[in-house]
């Protein structure tokens, strides 16, 4: 199923910011994302209940954090980590669900999509703006050992941030179900659109809440050229 | 003598193979193949890449050969080399634009873009369309000649590529995998390193590709998986990035998958899920506990 | 032999380097002492070729290496050293020294040069030693002898004393005056010129981007 201009921009900036946020604070790329969409389309199918796919992507992303905390040392190891993560679970939804593809064709939760984006780029920008928060944020963003050293929780930073975006991906995959035919690698074509976004924004090279308005600024120019393919 | 002793190796496995049956014919020739994309990713890994888009690499050329093969054998057959060149030219840019980090990233965006959007290539021939998820049809070539081409390739690639990294040249592999900086700062030609390591790479994966293609006669856009791309990755980690036990991983990743896929379709894939997700930790302990085990032996 | 004119360098608008004019004889030792954040390393990478000047020239024996890229600068004989030593951490001591070595000679042949400048140095004991198992006096050690195995006309040593203990210090002190009376040319540079005194013949000081010649 084909998806308008504005579910398209709504969706893959939702994942360009969960990228970027990742990327970012916790320093790495996390490649599970797609995993987690799926997860959440396959929860919309069998178990519709939205608080369901929150505290299941909260999860997720909790036990994806402990595996990075635990394990590994550098940006690379971590990311082909969360990608073993993330094809671990979509290997999961292939041997419990092993058809091809769902439709959900008896209700609707798409329009959610509009509120969830909306809070999700609030929430961001509050977060950013706060005084003592944002500068928490940008101080881990720009060096994280020397955050580290000036006193602030870095470790408790990048849990948030890996559980939050988790569960943030995994609710978007539940309400965008209903839309899209679901599989197991629904979340791919999401997730690289998402990457290329954040990719694309991290070239201007600015900081703090500007990056992230650029990230949005930028799906949605992105998703007008190339929505169709990606 | 470690290389007649190496080689002595191969060829027993693979005589085993012959003498076991036609099945284990077949499946020596799915091992010479996934060891040749394995010796590939290895190279690049030397000079410090890390590829996880080595699917590219290894079903790009067979790919576009295929789609040639739908018009004329010519066009199959000069299609082939071309791709493999521009194919490696593209990772030598993604090496000269970015770093060690962003090169695991462009490399494997870039092979999951081909999986996405091969399956929307479709093509037109004598008034059917061809293509699609279903892929295109290729030259095929009994099991038996794959079996004896892979032997012969299988070897002439490992001597050679063992030749070069341990000659000069790999020496200065070796330097600009450690650090590119430091090696121009020494002399050493960086752009020229990575570009004929990344070629020669790029023909290996290239071949193994075609090999794979011409075995079941068929190529569609799973040869451009996360699978494919992963698969070198984990025969490296697990051989502690040694090249002949990388070879050996290989052989034995390919039985492995043989085995888990017939209790379960799919389970390999959650080993190698498995693999990905421990790897910082199973790479340290393959390498340390086998450098132990070796010199006990 | 070494010449550089008018050079100049700026990052993100800041002028780093203003109108530098510097010249080495054969077998001369220059010393360059500064301030931290004057420029000395990057006027050292400026004609190592890692770093592009924004104007001026830099001319060897006649040829000019301005616009050569760093392994064409090596090959010219101009080859720099890290303050913070970059080793080659996959190999020992002497195959790092080696490496250099092995654009001109085969493997064998390069491992035995590098032999006989380990053993010119009495440093035959660090030669199997993994360069990320070395010390750091002995990693100052290996860069120095790894810009030293390309057999230059000029080696430029940046901050070489940099971070070391006395007794490391006075160890790479005397490797450098062996280098010297072989005639080695070498601009040396420091923020303490008092430990580079008996080296260098000439100094420069480096201020506020401008190098001054002391009489």
Request: a positive charge; glycine letters at 8%; hydrophobic letters at 50%.
């Amino acid at each position: 199923m084909a998806l308008s201009f504005l579910y398209n921009f709504f969706v893959i900036s939702v994942m360009a910011l969960m990228i970027s946020l990742n990327f970012r604070l916790s320093k790495f790329l996390n490649l599970s994302l797609a995993g987690f969409f799926a997860a959440g389309s396959y929860i919309a199918y069998f178990y519709p209940n939205l608080i369901a796919a929150l505290i299941l992507g909260g999860l997720f992303g909790f036990g994806l954090s402990l595996i990075i905390m635990k394990y590994c040392e550098s940006v690379i190891e971590a990311t082909i980590s969360s990608l073993g993560f993330g094809l671990l679970i979509e290997r999961i939804l292939y041997f419990i669900h092993e058809s091809s593809y769902y439709y959900i064709l008896n209700y609707d939760l798409s329009w959610l999509s509009i509120p969830a984006t909306l809070t999700v780029f609030a929430v961001i920008l509050f977060l950013y703006l706060t005084k003592n928060i944002g500068l928490k944020l940008k101080f881990v963003e720009s060096d994280i050992e020397l955050a580290e050293i000036y006193g602030v929780d870095t470790t408790k930073i990048k849990y948030m941030v890996i559980i939050l975006t988790s569960a943030t991906v995994t609710c978007f995959g539940f309400i965008y179900a209903s839309l899209l035919a679901i599989t197991p690698t629904i979340g791919f074509g999401y997730l690289i659109s998402g990457i290329i976004v954040s990719a694309f924004a991290a070239q201007l090279k600015l900081n703090g809440i500007y990056h992230y308005v650029s990230v949005i600024a930028l799906s949605f120019v992105l998703t007008r050229i190339f929505g169709v393919i990606l | 003598m470690k290389r007649i002793a190496e080689i002595s190796v191969i060829l027993l496995v693979a005589l085993t193979s012959y003498f076991a049956g036609s099945f284990y014919r077949w499946l020596f020739g799915i091992m010479a193949i996934y060891a040749i994309i394995t010796i590939s990713w290895n190279l690049m890994k030397t000079i410090g890449r890390l590829s996880m888009g080595h699917a590219l690499l290894f079903g790009l050329p067979a790919y576009i050969s295929a789609m040639g093969y739908q018009y004329s054998v010519e066009a199959s057959i000069y299609l082939f080399p071309i791709t493999i060149i521009l194919s490696g030219i593209l990772f030598f840019v993604f090496s000269k634009i970015t770093g060690k980090t962003a090169f695991v990233f462009l490399t494997f965006i870039a092979s999951i873009m081909l999986w996405i959007l091969t399956p929307k290539i479709v093509i037109e021939k004598d008034g059917i369309l061809v293509g699609g998820e279903v892929g295109f049809n290729f030259f095929n070539v009994h099991f038996h000649g794959i079996f004896i081409l892979s032997v012969i390739s299988l070897i002439v690639i490992y001597l050679f590529t063992a030749e070069i990294t341990s000659s000069r040249f790999g020496y200065f592999m070796k330097a600009v995998g450690d650090d590119e900086t430091a090696s121009k700062a020494v002399g050493i030609n960086v752009d020229r390193v990575k570009l004929i390591t990344i070629m020669y790479s790029s023909v290996l994966a290239g071949f193994a590709g075609l090999l794979y293609a011409l075995d079941f006669g068929h190529i569609s856009y799973e040869v451009f998986s996360v699978e494919t791309s992963i698969f070198p990755f984990v025969a490296s980690l697990l051989s502690g990035g040694n090249l002949f036990l990388s070879v050996l991983s290989s052989f034995f990743l390919v039985l492995l998958k043989r085995s888990l896929n017939s209790v379960y379709p799919g389970l390999m894939d959650v080993f190698y899920a498995l693999v990905l997700v421990f790897s910082p930790k199973i790479g340290g302990f393959v390498y340390v506990k086998g450098k132990k085990f070796i010199k006990k032996l | 032999m070494l010449k550089v004119k008018n050079l100049s360098k700026s990052f993100n608008g800041l002028m780093i380097l203003k109108n530098i004019n510097l010249e080495v004889k054969v077998g001369e030792v220059i010393g360059i002492y500064g301030p931290n954040g004057s420029g000395k390393s990057t006027l050292l990478k400026c004609i190592a070729g890692l770093e592009k000047p924004d104007c001026g020239k830099i001319i060897l024996m006649e040829r000019n290496l301005t616009d050569l890229k760093p392994w064409e600068v090596v090959d010219a004989g101009v080859v720099y050293a890290f303050q913070i030593p970059r080793p080659f951490r996959s190999m020992s001591f002497l195959e790092n020294v080696a490496t250099p070595l092995m654009k001109s000679y085969n493997r064998d042949k390069a491992l035995k040069l590098a032999w006989d400048i380990l053993s010119k140095f009495e440093l035959e004991d660090l030669a199997n030693r993994k360069a990320e198992k070395l010390s750091q006096g002995e990693t100052k050690l290996l860069e120095i002898l790894r810009a030293y195995a390309t057999n230059p006309h000029i080696m430029l040593l940046d901050e070489p004393f940099a971070s070391l203990d006395m007794e490391n210090a006075l160890r790479l002190k005397s490797k450098l005056k062996m280098m010297k009376e072989e005639g080695q040319s070498m601009i040396i540079t420091t923020h303490r010129k008092k430990i580079i005194s008996d080296l260098a013949e000439r100094f420069y000081k480096l201020e506020g981007g401008v190098l001054i010649a002391e009489s």
